[in-house]
């Protein structure tokens, strides 16, 4: 006869006594007979269902966590986790769970942290010596011996605890000695390669990074293609956030094996961490082609977010969620790469989805929530809202999203400023987050409030809401004129505003003078924009003089940071005509085009301007300023920088240098993929004897452009 456990007999004892639906028994008892029998997904089914039914069940949150960890829902299981420890604080058990939980999903810090609270709670647990150990031998292996010295007092009679601490004595005095050892080798002969990786390893298991980083270093002086040593310096340098280093270093290694997966994947991080997004996808995938690795797919996917290639993202995580159709991790990734490609219907249906399998996940509330507002359900929005600050009262987003919606709307404005006041305590330091406090304020009345909060929050932030929100807050305290200052600086950010407009419509007769805050907003506005195009590529028609010839037709154009440049110069009918090439301060044409040359002086001011540093060179106070009809101009001794304040686009670089000026307009400028971009650019020379014109059409940006078509 099979024995039932005692969760069990509590259970039933519990709901008999209490005159509870015998019904929730019997799912309890089915979840028992299938978790025992390993069905999984029915057992973590029938528990889910029970907690719905009776909250007060809630030490069945450790079992949720166990069978959501083996199916792969790290979400749920972390939730479950951290549910268990709440209905017991006192039981190491649930700290030594919730820190499982948190290692499997990668978060070694929490992890850490929770196996040290279990220890706190039972200074005698083997089980939480041994998991903080083993978690430590990876963040932090110099703190192990500490934690069994500490451990050892608490249990001075526990044999392990003796056994390691002999064991740390004994390492340590075998490395004193084969330290030793190897730097007597290396007095007689520097040159020992096998002393000098041996001191490296040493030096590199004892969390010594620095020395065992100039040990690794001296040995490749002597032998500098020893692949797992520069694969080995890479990780540590990239550890250190050394992105260049790791990057030299994983390539002389891929030079010894070209094609090598590992190292491609090594590549693709670095230029991550670069955020070289174009890179890391040629990179990574590489690594994608052969592997279903979820943290790869996962990877590339966001690479492609960030490049906003959105359909491929899509595309990668249905392979990834078809290969583990229950999994509600993928699902939900999936809703996100929806949503961001503005397919909210399809975002919602996928979360659902994810709800079904993980219906206590606050992130999955949260998200439907946000798509729910793009579709402008507010009723399902404030619902999903609700729902996730019940499940996390510390998730702070959904606090601020849910007090500035009701303040926006007008609607339960008190509850709107205690939500508002509990994110701005969780966090501090956000502006937005502020920004929701002050409007609060401001909406119930409140006006000296709102702007002890929303001035300050309006000197550090280039937003056009938030300036906006200081200029209203303003006008209700009789500030007029300072009014009228804030709402301008709102229009840099959003020229075109309608409720801007109608603002600063009565107040068209007053100085619309620029302040010295807006006119940096400005620039750096433009600069950042610039900084944003990593690549652009499309169609143009040219226009061309040069050593007394001259020549119009068609071309296709390709542009990559930080100086390369493509012009594909077609003949009639399509024919081939001619092709220019620039790259690192060298220009090719093919065929040889005799008379040219002036081309490199345009091309380098050009590849100044879309590279951001051109503008970075007026951030200064001794730039002079003046305001020309709708242009705001930026003068220096070395050129002028004009840019349009209605549209913040750039107009005119103007380089002087010596007796040489170069002027290039910039005109019709267009938003291609969320960035602002010239229709057009024309350069002349001062005598006249060159000339250039391009207008572009069919624009695209931020795609990965082949490093061939530079060669």
Not at 290 to 298: D, F, I, R
Not at 326 to 333: E, G, H, L, T
Not at 381 to 392: G, P, V
Request: negative net charge.
């Amino acid at each position: 006869m099979r024995r039932w456990g005692i969760g069990v007999v509590l259970f039933v004892g519990v709901v008999g006594s209490a005159g509870a639906d015998w019904g929730t028994v019997r799912v309890y008892l089915r979840g028992v007979l299938a978790d025992r029998a390993g069905r999984v997904a029915e057992a973590l089914e029938a528990y889910q269902q029970v907690l719905r039914e009776d909250p007060s069940a809630g030490y069945l949150n450790a079992s949720v966590a166990e069978l959501s960890l083996q199916t792969g829902d790290g979400d749920g299981a972390l939730v479950a986790a951290q549910k268990a420890v709440e209905v017991s604080t006192g039981n190491p058990a649930g700290y030594i769970l919730l820190g499982r939980v948190h290692a499997a999903r990668g978060e070694g810090a929490q992890a850490q942290a929770a196996f040290d609270q279990a220890l706190v709670v039972d200074p005698g647990n083997v089980e939480a010596l041994s998991l903080a150990e083993s978690q430590k031998e990876v963040t932090d292996p110099r703190s192990i011996r500490g934690l069994f010295e500490t451990f050892g007092r608490l249990n001075p009679n526990d044999e392990l605890t003796r056994h390691r601490l002999s064991l740390f004595q004994n390492n340590k005095d075998a490395f004193l000695v084969a330290e030793k050892a190897f730097k007597k080798s290396l007095k007689d002969d520097p040159s020992d390669v096998v002393a000098l990786s041996g001191l490296a390893g040493l030096y590199d298991v004892q969390g010594d990074m620095a020395t065992a980083v100039a040990w690794y270093e001296k040995y490749l002086e002597i032998v500098p293609d020893n692949i797992e040593v520069l694969s080995r310096l890479g990780q540590i340098y990239f550890s250190q956030k050394k992105y260049d280093q790791a990057r030299t270093r994983f390539l002389e290694a891929e030079d010894q094996t070209p094609g090598d997966p590992r190292l491609s994947f090594w590549l693709a991080v670095c230029a991550e961490g670069q955020k070289d997004w174009p890179e890391a996808v040629r990179r990574m995938e590489r690594v994608a082609e052969g592997s279903e690795e979820p943290g790869v797919l996962l990877r590339l996917a966001t690479y492609y977010a960030e490049l906003d290639r959105r359909s491929d993202a899509v595309v990668l995580l249905e392979r990834l969620q078809k290969s583990r159709p229950q999994n509600p991790d993928f699902m939900f990734y999936l809703g996100l790469a929806w949503s961001d490609s503005g397919e909210y219907g399809k975002a919602i249906d996928w979360l659902n989805k994810a709800l079904v399998l993980s219906p206590n996940n606050p992130d999955i509330h949260f998200q439907l929530a946000m798509n729910w507002d793009k579709k402008k359900n507010f009723h399902r929005t404030e619902f999903h809202l609700e729902k996730t600050i019940e499940l996390n009262p510390q998730h702070h987003p959904a606090l601020n999203f849910l007090a500035y919606s009701w303040a926006e709307r007008g609607e339960s404005l008190e509850k709107a400023l205690a939500l508002a006041l509990r994110a701005v305590a969780l966090d501090p330091a956000n502006d937005a987050y502020q920004d929701t406090l002050g409007w609060a304020y401001f909406k119930l009345g409140r006006w000296a409030e709102a702007e002890l909060v929303m001035g300050p929050v309006s000197q550090r932030v280039e937003d056009p809401v938030v300036w906006q929100h200081q200029g209203d807050i303003l006008h209700a305290l009789g500030r007029k004129d300072e009014a009228v200052r804030a709402w301008q600086e709102a229009l840099l950010f959003n020229p075109n505003g309608p409720d801007l407009l109608k603002r600063l419509k009565p107040s068209a007769g007053k100085s619309s003078a620029l302040t010295p805050a807006g006119i940096r907003t400005l620039l750096k506005r433009v600069e950042g924009n610039t900084r944003g195009i990593s690549s652009l590529s499309g169609l143009s028609t040219v226009s061309l003089k040069t050593g007394g010839r001259s020549f119009t037709g068609r071309a296709l154009f390709y542009y990559q940071k930080p100086n390369q440049f493509r012009l594909e110069i077609m003949g009639p009918l399509g024919t081939f005509g001619a092709v220019m090439v620039a790259r690192d301060n060298r220009v090719d044409w093919n065929p040889p085009m005799g008379g040219m040359g002036e081309e490199t002086v345009w091309l380098d001011l050009l590849f100044r301007v879309w590279g951001g540093d051109f503008m970075k060179g007026f951030d200064d106070p001794t730039v002079v300023v003046r305001q020309e009809g709708s242009s705001v101009v930026y003068s220096s001794p070395s050129g002028e920088l004009w840019v349009d304040v209605k549209g913040t686009s750039m107009t005119r670089a103007v380089f002087k240098e010596s007796e040489t000026t170069v002027q290039m307009d910039f005109r019709r400028p267009l938003r291609v993929d969320g960035w602002v971009v010239p229709g057009g650019v024309t350069g002349e020379s001062e005598d006249g004897g060159f000339l250039f014109d391009l207008r572009f059409s069919a624009l695209k940006a931020n795609r990965v452009l082949s490093e061939d078509l530079f060669q």
